[in-house]
Every structure is written in structure tokens, then in C-alpha cells.
């Protein structure tokens, strides 16, 4: 993971999330659903469902909006029947890109993948053509002005927690683990006293590719077009671009 750091993206997606506030409440109904349909209602019992619920709730999402997702996952109400795909592609200058989606039409969404691949320079891929280019991690991100540990103390207490590795970027802390690790590392290090910035399992790529402007500026449409769709929950690439086209994606 040397190299990479998610941060300064999820801190630009947090600055724009009050005009997007809608969107968002949409999509952690849509992953609340998914997780209390696959395990349950319980989030004492289902690990994902209580992830989902506590990121929905650092985003400020109402009870009564999470309450209602888990109801219709568990049929006590009535509601559509969504369906939990990664799509794989291309991006411009040869990018790699996945889209984790949750969707009740699944024609749809690849037809609305397709285009907005198409209409950047990229291709929508095969399943697994991309997918062997990243790593499947919990992360976690402590915000350096907000904790009095230093370095030594955050990486200690880290790895005691059961974490794989930890990088001190501008700013934060940066954590890894195995995504199975996740909920014990995330309990054990707020019962620490830790506060986290974001707690999530994501995709972290193992190589990123560089691209010139033109095709930065392309990923950087495509990128926002494939976010701003109803159906996309996550968006995961490995570009390496300047910093100005990195502070927009």
C-alpha cells in the first residue's frame, strides 16, 4: 500500500456531501438493505449490517431512514428487490476501474455503466479482468489533530488490535487489515479511545497507473458520471495523476 493514500479523496467527497445529501441517504438504504436481507435484521448479530448502519449514521442519516431499510429487507414493508454486482472496466490511458453497484435492474445499470465508460475513453470489462489489480482491505483513518497519541503509540495500539499495516500521511493515520479483522480492529481500537475519520472495507489497488492530463481529465469525468448514478455505490481505480486531477477524484 506504499504510495497510496485514499485520504485526500474521502476528504473531498466529505466537503460535497451537503449537496448531495439525498443521493447519499439513498445509497446507505440501498447497502442497509442489502446487508440485513443476506444477514439478518440484528445488527448485534450481522457484522455488515451494523457497518452499513454505522456509516449511514457518521453521514448524519435519520433512525426512522435505517429503520425503514432494514424493515423492507426483512418484509415487514414492501419494497424492491436489489441485487449486490461489481462491474469491471477500462478507464482512459489504460486505467484500471471497478464499480460496486446495488441494483434492481440489472439491464439498466450495465447499459448506464456502458455509456459513461464509452463516453470517457474506457470500456466496460469482463468479470475479473481488472479485479486481480486490487486488494480487498478494512481501512481506517485517524485523524492526526484529534488524537494525542503519536506514531509509535497509533501504530502499537494497531497492531495489537489485529492490523495488518499503518502509514502516517499528511494529516492522518492510515490503517489496513484483513477485511475478516474488520469489526474486531474497529472495536478494539475505539475501546482504545479512537475516533475514526472513516471505518470501511474497500478496495485498495496494488500498483497505480500513470496517466498523462488528457486521460486524467477524462478518469475524472467518468469517475464523477459513474458516482453521480443512482445505482453506484462505490467507485475503486488505481490512477496516478498530478495533484490537481487528483484533488478531484
Not at 455503466?113 to 475513453?121: I, V
Amino acid at each position: 500500500m506504499a504510495g497510496h493514500s485514499k485520504w485526500k479523496n474521502i476528504q473531498r467527497r466529505k466537503n460535497a456531501q451537503d449537496a448531495k445529501r439525498g443521493k447519499i441517504f439513498m445509497k446507505h438504504a440501498k447497502d442497509i438493505y442489502l446487508a440485513a436481507k443476506q444477514g439478518g435484521g440484528d445488527t448485534d448479530m450481522n457484522a455488515s449490517l451494523r457497518l452499513a448502519v454505522d456509516k449511514a449514521k457518521a453521514d448524519n442519516m435519520p433512525n426512522d431512514n435505517i429503520d425503514r431499510a432494514i424493515k423492507k429487507a426483512t418484509g415487514d414493508l414492501d419494497g424492491a428487490n436489489f441485487e449486490e454486482l461489481t462491474y469491471e472496466g477500462y478507464g482512459p490511458g489504460g486505467t484500471a476501474v471497478m464499480v460496486e453497484v446495488l441494483t434492481d435492474n440489472k439491464n439498466r445499470t450495465a447499459s448506464e455503466l456502458r455509456h459513461a465508460f464509452s463516453k470517457n475513453g474506457g470500456n466496460l470489462g469482463e468479470n475479473g479482468c481488472v479485479a486481480f489489480m486490487f486488494n480487498r482491505k478494512g481501512y481506517f483513518v485517524i485523524d492526526r489533530e484529534k488524537t494525542e497519541a503519536d506514531e509509535d503509540t497509533v501504530m502499537l495500539e494497531a497492531i495489537e488490535a489485529g492490523a495488518e499495516e499503518m502509514e502516517t500521511v499528511e494529516g492522518a493515520y492510515e490503517i489496513y487489515a484483513d477485511p475478516e479483522d474488520f469489526q474486531n480492529v474497529k472495536k478494539t481500537l475505539e475501546e482504545s479511545g479512537f475516533t475514526f475519520e472513516t471505518a470501511e472495507i474497500t478496495m485498495i489497488p496494488q500498483t497505480m497507473s500513470e496517466v498523462d492530463e488528457d486521460a486524467g481529465n477524462k478518469m475524472v469525468k467518468l469517475v464523477q458520471m459513474l458516482e453521480d448514478m443512482e445505482d453506484v455505490q462505490e467507485v475503486h481505480h488505481n490512477i496516478e495523476a498530478d495533484e490537481a486531477i487528483m484533488e478531484q477524484l
